[in-house]
């Protein structure tokens, strides 16, 4: 199909709203002209730069994230399951080696990256697990079907300089396209970028580039 429209998905596994906008791309990316670019970059550094907030820090915007989060999770169908300690995990789990890793991957195997991300999701959202931990990020890597060598491989690259300066990279190239949080997603049409923030925008990115949306879960 001429003419696919090149859409970026910026995305940290921490954001509950970055798994929302990612599985309503991944079910468009068949049905709309697209080719969609999965963009693992690092909240943390985000909102540092730009003096943004995570949602949870304001108590009754928390009370009322986790109302939303709970009510999209069942409109898009998505196994997300949030918990009252939903929020301190949000807020005391690092993401920055499982963003390494999913950097790693997308230097060496980006055919994994879909299926790593979901994973990463589900243990972080649906498992409540400590994603920080090793251990932790290879069960991740072989539910996703990568082997123990690659896995092992890839795990060992999150601390190598490149990996590191790759998430540093795609995290200022979001912020250079106006992003603050996420899920950032931008598609390039007529010749310029469109930034959209978060997961409830895919509607109106349809509407920019001329494609239908017929909800969360297209048939």
């Known amino acids: 199909r ?4 090149v859409v970026e998905l910026f995305y940290d596994v921490v954001s509950p709203y970055s798994w929302l906008g ?22 943390s550094g985000i909102m540092q730069a ?16 986790l109302k939303d989060v709970r009510r999209m999770a069942k409109y898009y169908q998505v196994p997300l399951r949030i918990t009252e300690n939903s929020l301190q995990h949000m807020l005391t789990i690092s993401t920055l080696g499982a963003m390494r890793f999913l950097t790693a991957a997308d230097m060496t195997e980006p055919r994994y990256l879909e299926p790593l991300s979901r994973e990463f999701w589900l243990s972080f959202w649906s498992q409540h697990e400590d994603i920080s931990k090793p251990d932790n990020i290879l069960a991740v890597a072989r539910k996703a079907g990568l082997s123990p060598d690659l896995s092992q491989k890839l795990l060992e690259k999150i601390s190598s300089p490149e990996v590191k300066n790759r998430l540093k990279e795609t995290t200022e190239e979001a912020m250079k396209y106006g ?10 049409y007529n010749g310029k970028p469109h930034l959209f923030f978060g997961s409830d925008r895919i509607e109106l990115l349809g ?6 949306w017929v909800g969360p879960v297209p048939s």
């Open 2 to 5: 001429m003419g696919r429209t």
């Open 22 to 43: 990612f599985e309503a791309l991944c079910r468009y990316q068949h049905i709309w002209n697209i080719d969609l670019h999965f963009r693992p970059a690092f909240l």
């Open 50 to 65: 730009t003096g943004n907030k995570p949602p949870a820090m304001l108590p009754k915007r928390g009370e009322y994230l």
């Open 179 to 188: 992003a603050f949080g996420m899920p950032a997603v931008v598609a390039h």
């Open 207 to 212: 509407s920019i580039i001329g494609e239908k």
